[in-house]
């Protein structure tokens, strides 16, 4: 047979333009392996179960939420983190928008709300407010309420924010 | 979460991949994970062997049969039936209700066969392809059959797939100008349903069925036939779904009561043979 069954598998990724090779535990979730062996902690987890998204990352340009994930299944795959965003320090016209919105409070969603929203505006430049509450719904926010959180991501659909 | 210890593998092929099924004690198929990793965490499942269906391409396709049937491969996930043109075509409904599971990255990972796999009584796609008459196609070392949704639906969390076999696709009859229409009330806007109703409607008559009311998909036999005149108006479906409730026996919980599930079946059913009938459903 091909492929035997194994406790633990070596991974290639590809994360933020960046290759990497591990053997990681097959029982090992993603946002661990992120977290905990490459220091990536700029993915947050939340609720741990799916459904908060505050650990959303990108697997070949689609948000996933790596709690939800092993890191085993990203074999192959290239992956965005939120260090990836800004990777010189300077902030993406999303970023400044969020800053410019007043669109987190404790923050602690962010990373995950940054990645959601990266992805939409990748697919739809303008994007309405319904469209970005639709695009939201997997990242839960229990500060702002969520209004600041959509006027930012529509306002750099509309070129008004953060250039 | 630690997971518990668990075996791993990746099979290249459809054949492999059923043959690590039934080699292995306790080897469970991983689709998109999104059920399964969550059950897994919660030492709900501890399967000792999964085996990840990733990278069987012919499982994630979207097709049509020589006799014109849509085939949806187990491993297509809810956002290819969202954005497929053969859906579209076919059967829409399909990519409308899609577009309401869970949310973006679930509807990222979340495959069909998982969630007919799954057989959660909650979930979306059982009595919708119930109604739209799907056959699922099960193979296993012996070969594979072709089973209809009536016979595929077992019981909770519980399927004609058996230990050592792999359901590889979905067929579904195109509409031919039937009209579909899925209705219900959910937890939050697209959470969880607390009762569904799938309907369509044909020159073959009216088809119904409820999701969330019993272990698997309840067609709604007598509706049916109440609407088989043909009379498809406002108050003569209002008419044919009194009496559906009280014919139901369904679980009461914190999120609603078996009295409120019942009046809730007779609504939604009345509201998908509405849309059905008018056919908005697919739109």
Redesign the interface.
């Known amino acids: 047979?091909?492929?035997?069954?194994?406790?633990s598998?070596a991974i290639e990724v590809e994360i933020n333009g960046e290759r990497y090779e591990r053997e990681v535990?097959?029982?090992r979730?993603l946002v661990h392996f992120l977290r905990d062996d490459l220091d990536l902690t700029g993915t947050h987890i939340g609720c741990?179960?799916?459904n908060c998204?505050a650990c959303?990352v990108l697997?070949d340009g689609?948000?996933?939420?790596s709690?939800?994930?092993?890191a085993?299944?990203a074999?192959g795959a290239s992956l965005r983190t939120i260090e990836g965003l800004a990777p010189n320090g300077e902030l993406t016209p999303l970023q400044r928008s969020f800053n410019e919105h007043h669109a987190l409070q404790c923050g602690y969603c962010t990373p995950g709300m940054l990645m959601?929203a990266t992805?939409l505006l990748e697919r739809t430049s303008s994007p309405s407010e319904e469209d970005v509450r639709?695009?939201l719904?997997?990242n839960i926010c229990r500060c702002t309420g969520y209004v600041n959180i959509v006027e930012a991501v529509v306002a750099v659909g509309e070129g008004t924010s953060g250039g | 979460m630690l997971l518990s210890e668990v075996a791993y593998a990746r099979p290249a092929s459809v054949d492999e991949a059923i043959a690590l099924l039934a080699g292995n004690d306790g080897a469970r198929a991983l689709a998109g994970g999104q059920t399964l990793i969550n059950v897994m965490k919660a030492r709900v499942a501890s399967p000792e062997v999964l085996v990840d269906l990733a990278d069987l391409a012919e499982l994630r396709e979207i097709g049509f049969s020589s006799a014109g049937l849509l085939e949806i491969g187990a491993m297509v996930t809810y956002a290819q039936l969202v954005s497929s043109s053969e859906v579209d075509v076919a059967r829409p409904i399909l990519a409308r209700v899609a577009a309401t599971i869970g949310d973006v990255q679930v509807r990222n990972r979340g495959t069909v066969g998982g969630n007919v796999c799954v057989a959660d009584p909650t979930n979306h796609l059982p009595p919708l392809l119930t109604v739209l008459d799907a056959t699922f196609t099960v193979r296993g070392e012996g070969g594979e059959r072709s089973v209809g949704a009536e016979d595929f639906f077992k019981g909770v969390y519980l399927t004609e797939v058996g230990e050592g076999e792999l359901l590889t696709k979905v067929s579904v009859p195109p509409s031919k100008g039937a009209g579909d229409g899925f209705a219900g009330v959910t937890i939050g806007k697209h959470g969880t349903y607390i009762v569904n109703a799938t309907a369509t409607v044909s020159e073959d008559g009216v088809r119904i069925a409820l999701g969330c009311v019993g272990a698997v998909p309840v067609r709604a036999t007598a509706m049916e036939e109440a609407l088989s005149g043909g009379d498809l108006g406002e108050d003569a479906v209002r008419a044919a779904a009194e009496g559906l409730g009280a014919s139901l026996d369904p679980p009461g919980d914190v999120h609603g009561s078996a009295d409120y599930r019942r009046r809730l079946a007779e609504v939604s059913a009345v509201r998908a043979v509405l849309q059905a009938a008018s056919g908005t459903g697919g739109q």
């Open positions: 047979m091909a492929s035997e069954p194994r406790a598998r535990p097959a029982r979730l741990d179960t799916g998204g959303t697997l689609d948000p996933v939420k709690c939800m994930l092993l085993v299944q074999d959601s992805a639709y695009a719904q997997g």
